[in-house]
């Protein structure tokens, strides 16, 4: 531990130019920290400086300390006096300056798979009592329509889009929420505060999550320093070279399914196995509608077969066995919940903690943290992995991290990852897909993320421009972590009407800038043979794996919504235009409603196979393309 009052110089990655965007800063000098008193300084010349003044929220004294732990890297450690004491917050405040003169805007990220993310013009936070940012989005699923302008979860990077950047992230999220905050002129970072205590004994110390710094002219590669930060704390999962490709029930069937749909469908995966011209599809995944009530995981009526048959038949067919769960929450129409009336988190009032998923049900939260409770929840997964399930899509797992009372005095994220510690055990070798997952408190414990909203509805079932242009712009936000936190999942493919080709196209490109999964939507049986032929072609699903870069990715700032629907009302997100991979392929992607002008990089675009020079192009409302090198 170093002393609170010691000085300490950190060297962090020197930043080349902003994303291929030539108006963009260049040569920023190496960026430094310094611990000064008891607050930070980030530092890169002319490029910019930020300085963090500390604030301790609580009761009785604590001392403040920071540890080094690595490139950039410091951990704020709190120590009780000889009373003891109760922690409830930490915050870092001060004032930053960037280099450029256009107006700057935060790339941030909302706190679970759902949440907004993205770009948005840097606008100031709302501030509470203690003057402090008020973020929102960590409560149910319902929540996300609370996340706040001005703030990031997890972390957040500031920057001039003809300039520079600064960017202030947690490394892990094993103790407390953490937050970023900015206005044009001042910066927060916030640990805790969200109803998270813990109080401390006379003399006992609080290892906080620890703090990665950076500024530099490039914001991707101060993302990338980042995810490289957090891979070294909290190691991933192993991925294998590329993500899975497949196909799931929920966009053609929705909570309708039956067993005699599921079996259609496979009968057809089977069949295009045996087509040389088609990606193969590795994964088959059921999704919500199988079971008998969420957290009675056993076949409905609609599946009499059994689920370990269906599982077996899958395997049979040459695919992996994929099930949809939503383990932490339980009906409260099943037997379950009636017969052990302590298995439930209640909030801080003691009334159990309730969610209706829109009306659909009524549900409560297991607490992991009771032991016969946390077990059960672990051996409802560890049952449908020795059917066969081998590929889990685990949902709702926000719930995992709510504040609330629990049979262990812990905090929300604690519960977190004691709960996921649990599920990982009992999934053993299974790949977990987290969906409805805060971010960073995630890393570690699955192989895929989702990383957006639904990309359709029961309500409003069918593709949607505003749907996808929403999905892309949160996927665009996070691409950053494919490959280094799990693979991104960017939500199914969907490509049946009222997709024309040339909207179908650009939602293939959207898959394939994401880098990520590719599972397919539609029902297989009625699919179109061309938008077949589009949604497994070889070339484009190759491209996974990779991670895309956007040209100029502060340039496209987009209005903080409440949900993809409501982008169907303001049709305000923007998508980057132009991204490179690392292969050499060049996309194109207009995703607005609006025609627009692109330079095109010419050779032979891989979806048509036309031929062209480079030239400028003008791409339609929904048009993508993909240029080979």
């Given at each position: ?8 110089a950190?060297?962090?990655?020197c930043q ?26 980030l530092?890169a ?16 004294t ?7 732990q ?17 922690w ?5 405040e001060g ?23 993205g770009v ?9 009592g ?5 973020p ?17 979860w997890?972390?957040g990077?500031?920057?001039?889009p003809?300039?520079?950047s600064?960017l ?5 999220a ?6 970023v ?15 998270e ?30 995810a ?26 929705y ?49 009499p ?20 769960m ?5 009906s409260?129409d ?10 439930w988190v ?10 209706s998923?829109?009306?659909t ?8 943290t ?26 709702f ?47 570690g ?9 639904d ?22 936000a996070r691409?950053f ?7 991104v ?20 490109v ?29 070339a ?33 997100d ?13 996309a ?42």
């Amino acid at each position: 531990m170093m002393p609170a009052l010691a000085a300490l110089a950190l060297l962090l990655s020197c930043q080349g130019p902003q994303g291929g965007d030539d108006t963009a800063a260049v040569g920023c000098p190496v960026a430094t920290v310094q611990v000064v008193g008891q607050g930070l300084s980030l530092s890169a010349g002319a490029c910019g400086e930020l300085l963090l003044e500390p604030r301790v929220l609580g009761e009785g004294t604590l001392t403040l300390a920071w540890a080094e732990q690595g490139e950039g890297v410091v951990q704020p450690v709190l120590t009780a006096g000889e009373d003891g004491a109760t922690w409830t917050g930490l915050a870092l405040e001060g004032t930053w300056t960037l280099d450029g003169a256009q107006d700057p805007v935060l790339l941030r990220q909302g706190y679970q798979s759902w949440s907004w993310s993205g770009v948005e013009a840097l606008v100031g936070p709302a501030l509470d009592g203690e003057g402090l940012p008020v973020p929102g989005g960590d409560g149910d699923g319902l929540s996300v329509v609370d996340e706040a302008p001005g703030t990031s979860w997890w972390g957040g990077l500031v920057g001039r889009p003809d300039g520079a950047s600064f960017l202030l992230g947690a490394t892990r999220a094993r103790e407390s929420r953490v937050y970023v905050a900015a206005d044009p002129d001042t910066a927060w970072v916030v640990w805790g505060h969200r109803g998270e205590e813990i109080t401390l004994a006379a003399g006992q110390s609080l290892a906080l999550d620890p703090l990665f710094l950076d500024l530099g002219a490039d914001p991707l590669l101060l993302l990338d320093a980042w995810a490289t930060a957090v891979a070294a704390a909290v190691p991933p999962r192993p991925l294998g070279e590329q993500p899975p490709t497949g196909w799931a029930t929920w966009y053609q069937y929705y909570s309708e399914v039956t067993e005699a749909e599921v079996q259609q469908n496979l009968a057809v995966a089977q069949a295009l196995a045996s087509r040389g011209d088609l990606a193969p599809l590795q994964v088959f995944q059921l999704d919500d509608g199988w079971q008998v009530r969420w957290g009675d995981w056993t076949a409905g009526d609609d599946f009499p077969s059994g689920m370990a048959a269906l599982a077996a038949q899958i395997q049979d067919a040459g695919m992996t066995p994929g099930l949809w769960m939503a383990p932490f929450y339980v009906s409260r129409d099943s037997a379950t919940y009636a017969a052990h009336p302590d298995w439930w988190v209640k909030d801080q009032d003691g009334v159990e903690i309730r969610f209706s998923n829109l009306g659909t049900g009524d549900y409560a939260i297991v607490d992991a943290t009771h032991p016969d409770a946390g077990a059960w929840m672990a051996q409802q997964v560890a049952d449908r992995v020795a059917e066969g399930w081998t590929y889990l899509k685990l949902d709702f797992l926000y719930a995992g991290a709510q504040e609330g009372q629990r049979h262990a005095d812990v905090t929300g994220i604690q519960a977190y990852q004691h709960g996921m510690a649990l599920l990982r055990e009992a999934a053993g070798d299974a790949w977990v897909l987290a969906c409805g997952a805060p971010l960073l408190p995630s890393v570690g414990w699955a192989e895929q993320f989702r990383t957006g909203a639904d990309i359709a509805f029961e309500i409003s079932p069918d593709p949607d421009p505003a749907y996808l242009r929403w999905q892309a712009r949160s996927t665009a936000a996070r691409s950053f972590t494919n490959g280094r936190w799990w693979w991104v999942d960017p939500d199914q493919l969907i490509l049946r009407e009222p997709f024309d080709p040339v909207r179908a196209r650009g939602a293939v490109v959207a898959q394939a800038v994401s880098g990520g999964a590719w599972l397919l939507g539609d029902d297989l049986a009625a699919l179109p043979e061309d938008r077949l032929a589009l949604a497994l072609h070889p070339a484009a699903v190759a491209l996974r794996g990779q991670s895309a870069r956007p040209q100029a990715p502060l340039s496209f700032p987009s209005g903080l919504d409440a949900s993809p629907t409501v982008e169907r009302l303001v049709p305000d997100d923007q998508v980057p235009l132009r991204w490179t991979f690392p292969d050499g392929t060049v996309a194109l992607l207009n995703l607005s409603d609006d025609p627009v002008e692109v330079d095109g990089p010419g050779g032979v675009e891989l979806l048509t196979g036309e031929q062209a020079a480079a030239a400028p192009r003008t791409l339609a409302p929904g048009q993508g393309e993909l240029w080979g090198p």
